[in-house]
């Protein structure tokens, strides 16, 4: 069981926005420890989608955006379209365990 | 272009080892930590061990910890996993992954991956 939480899934239709939560604690998130965002499609490796909490790496549409507050972080989405259906991971660094580098549990994402 | 291709992966039985390697290329493979992420059938990722750029500091997640060793030849290009008492909890696709930032302060991540390699530990 991970430190990070994620709901299961969202979904959206094309052009909304969605939101995917992970929600850690005063140990890693809250730690102020940096998050980062994955992309997984399904048979595929993960893709990096955010890092440093919200700086996009060279070549990711704007519509997708990082923040954090407190034991919390949110990755949205904006301007839904279908390619964006995937699995995303969060993932930070727990200072409370000698499991140190940890994801979230994930959420799939769907587009209605 | 920075590539990395893991290689080693396979059918085992629980109790054996297997030794995974990476080799990479398009970039200054000395300059960089590495990492190894594993992915159960069906499952979430799972980070499991970070290496260094001189090997000289390494760290493994719990359940692979007296188990598993990483290590790297910086000559080769080249990033290793050797797991011994296989278990069938391993059974996952292990991805190798160029890692940024300084992992001994907790704020590193991963912006390349390999494609993978399916490690299957059952009788």
């Known amino acids: 069981q991970s430190v990070l939480t994620q709901p299961p899934s969202v979904s959206g239709a094309p052009g909304q926005r969605v939101t995917i939560s992970c929600t850690g604690s005063?140990?890693?998130?809250?730690?102020?420890?940096?998050v980062h965002w994955y992309q997984q499609f399904p048979g595929t490796a993960p893709k990096l989608l955010i890092y440093?909490?919200?700086i996009r790496p060279s070549g990711v549409p704007d519509r997708f955006s990082g923040s954090k507050s407190g034991t919390s972080a949110s990755l949205a989405i904006t301007g839904l379209q279908a390619e964006d259906e995937a699995e995303y991971y969060c993932?930070?660094?727990?200072?409370?365990?000698?499991?140190?580098?940890?994801f979230g549990t994930g959420t799939k994402v769907t587009v209605l | 272009e920075v590539q990395l291709g893991e290689s080693g992966g396979g059918l085992v039985q629980p109790g054996t080892s297997l030794r995974l390697s990476c080799a990479a290329s398009?970039?200054?493979?000395?300059?960089?930590?590495m990492t190894w992420v594993r992915q159960a059938p069906g499952k979430g990722l799972e980070w499991v061990a970070n290496?260094?750029?001189?090997?000289?500091?390494?760290y493994y997640v719990d359940s692979v910890k007296g188990r598993f060793t990483i290590s790297r030849d910086n000559a080769k290009n080249s990033l290793y996993l050797q797991m011994n008492s296989l278990r069938a909890e391993d059974t996952a696709v292990y991805y190798c992954?160029?890692?940024?930032?300084?992992?001994?302060?907790?704020?590193?991540?991963?912006?390349?991956w390999g494609q993978g390699t399916l490690v299957t530990v059952s009788s």
């Open positions: 440093g909490t919200g």
């Open positions: 005063s140990s890693n998130i809250g730690a102020d420890y940096e």
């Open positions: 992954a160029r890692t940024r930032k300084d992992c001994s302060g907790g704020n590193c991540y991963y912006d390349h």
């Open positions: 290496i260094k750029q001189d090997g000289g500091e390494k």
């Open positions: 993932q930070s660094y727990d200072s409370s365990l000698s499991t140190s580098y940890v």
């Open positions: 398009g970039f200054s493979f000395d300059y960089y930590w």
